[in-house]
């Protein structure tokens, strides 16, 4: 019988619920928020596309940044405007927080940097979508502004291999001592199309090891060469790509 699954980042989602805590536990995620800080001027506005559950949005404006972020997803908009609210209030002053889809997206405002971290643009088929994205990134520049795209490493997508659902891929204790447990249940590569299909499996076990209710989510992840398609929207490589934990770069794009 299929597995039942919903979508990450959905309204109930474990993926969303412990987003933070699975990213604090990625080593490899390190040092992203000092990259796209010393991208744009001191004191300078940002837009980020995908912001998540703030986490880049309140760090960078804790240093002076002024951010706008989008998300598509209620459930991390929400944590967003909850991290948000704990600031202090200068800082708290510096974020806005918006619903909205970054492959259509006008703001009618500009900043002087773009970003789009984690993956994010991954999340979204490669071609159309990530051509509109990069036309979104690109109308809200000015000429000269930068745009950084994290994206994951193809080779390591096409490598990853058919899935082990018996083994934990994440076993972090919980600040109420119980422990959050990852599985991937399903994996597969699509060549060509350079898609990674994914079913994550989020479990909570309580003290005594007991594993409660699994919830199997569904992560995609599509990869392409994003100069050609930043190329149809004006954006041109700035600098080579920035590698960040050995599991994805950083691309930026300089608006023509
Ligand atoms: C891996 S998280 C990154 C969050 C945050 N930027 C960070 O670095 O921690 C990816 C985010 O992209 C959002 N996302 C996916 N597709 C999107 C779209 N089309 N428009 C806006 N946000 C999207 C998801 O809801 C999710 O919050």
């Known amino acids: 019988?299929?597995?039942?699954?919903?979508?990450?980042?959905?309204?109930?989602?474990?993926?969303?619920?412990?987003?933070?805590?699975?990213?604090?536990?990625?080593?490899?995620?390190?040092?992203?928020?000092?990259?796209?800080?010393?991208?744009?001027?001191?004191?300078?506005?940002?837009?980020e596309l995908g912001a998540g559950s703030g986490r880049l949005s309140a760090g960078l404006a804790a240093?002076?940044?002024?951010?706008?972020?989008?998300?598509?997803?209620?459930?991390?908009?929400?944590?967003?405007?909850?991290?948000?609210?704990?600031?202090p209030p200068e800082v708290r002053a510096?974020?806005?927080?918006?619903?909205?889809?970054?492959?259509?997206?006008?703001l009618k405002a500009t900043f002087d940097l773009v970003i789009c971290p984690f993956f994010t643009l991954a999340h979204v088929p490669?071609?159309?979508?990530?051509?509109?994205?990069?036309?979104?990134?690109?109308?809200?520049?000015?000429?000269?502004?930068?745009?950084?795209?994290?994206?994951?490493?193809?080779?390591?997508?096409?490598?990853?291999?058919?899935?082990?659902?018996?083994?934990?891929?994440?076993?972090?204790?919980l600040p109420d001592g119980r422990r959050l447990l990852m599985f991937v249940r399903e994996r597969s590569f699509r060549e060509g199309v350079n898609r990674l299909d994914q079913v994550v499996e989020y479990a909570v076990a309580d003290a005594a090891g007991r594993i409660g209710p699994r919830s199997p989510e569904r992560l995609t992840y599509y990869m392409t060469d994003p100069a050609p398609l930043?190329?149809?929207?004006?954006?041109?490589?700035?600098?080579?790509p920035i590698d960040i934990g050995g599991v994805g770069d950083i691309f930026v794009f300089r608006k023509t």
């Open 1 to 47: 019988m299929a597995v039942k699954t919903r979508a990450y980042y959905a309204p109930g989602s474990l993926s969303a619920a412990f987003y933070d805590l699975v990213t604090d536990a990625d080593l490899r995620l390190r040092g992203d928020e000092d990259i796209y800080a010393a991208l744009a001027p001191s004191g300078g506005g940002i837009l």
């Open 63 to 87: 240093r002076g940044f002024t951010v706008t972020g989008v998300d598509i997803a209620p459930a991390m908009l929400a944590q967003a405007e909850a991290r948000a609210a704990a600031l």
């Open 94 to 106: 510096r974020i806005t927080l918006r619903r909205g889809d970054m492959t259509a997206l006008d």
């Open 126 to 173: 490669t071609g159309a979508a990530w051509r509109n994205t990069f036309a979104v990134a690109a109308k809200h520049l000015g000429a000269g502004g930068l745009a950084a795209f994290h994206l994951p490493r193809l080779d390591l997508m096409r490598r990853a291999g058919p899935a082990n659902p018996e083994a934990p891929v994440l076993d972090e204790v």
């Open 230 to 240: 930043a190329a149809t929207a004006g954006l041109i490589p700035d600098r080579p």
